[in-house]
């Protein structure tokens, strides 16, 4: 393997590892606060807001290794592409960047809402106002995970022969 590359499908299956952690993390803490009435009633707004700040990416993740999978059938292990480690590691940490600030917001919660404990800002409030800076931030992940998860294989003797 050349100095400063990845395999393609390391590269995804460890970004995959991460994504499913850090979303099983999530969904643990609001499934617990689910039943400690955190949100007073209002869970449909709490899963609402929730589901779309992962679920893009999960299915994403899901849907390319699953096809992956299928189309490895018969194919030689020597057969995977290659991925410069720095487009990896950019990816990899702005993964790890989206997932922390999901997960900060649902755990500061109780101090936004006590420092504006005169507005009667609830904890649902936290969470639709979080989309001020999640939304750009996924983006950025969702664009960067479709590079590296919709990009084409070539086995050796196809470049070679493209070459030509």
Known sequence: MPSGMISLEKARY???????????????????QSF??????RLDEVWSWALPTVIPTISLI????????????????TDTGMLRRSFYTIVYWLS???????LVTILLQPIAVFMNANDQFSA?????????????????????????????????SQNTEKNK
């Open 14 to 32: 460890r970004l995959a590892r991460l994504w499913f952690i850090g979303v099983g993390i999530i969904f643990l803490l609001l499934v617990v």
């Open 36 to 41: 400690s009435n955190v949100y007073e009633g």
């Open 62 to 77: 899901l849907s390319v290794l699953g096809a992956n999978a299928i189309e490895q059938v018969g194919v030689s292990s």
């Open 124 to 156: 649902v409030d936290v969470l639709r106002r979080s989309q001020l800076w999640l939304s750009p931030v996924q983006g950025l992940v969702i664009s960067a995970m479709g590079i590296l998860f919709f990009s084409k294989k070539f086995a050796p």
């Open 96 to 102: 790890v960047f989206y997932l922390l600030l999901i």
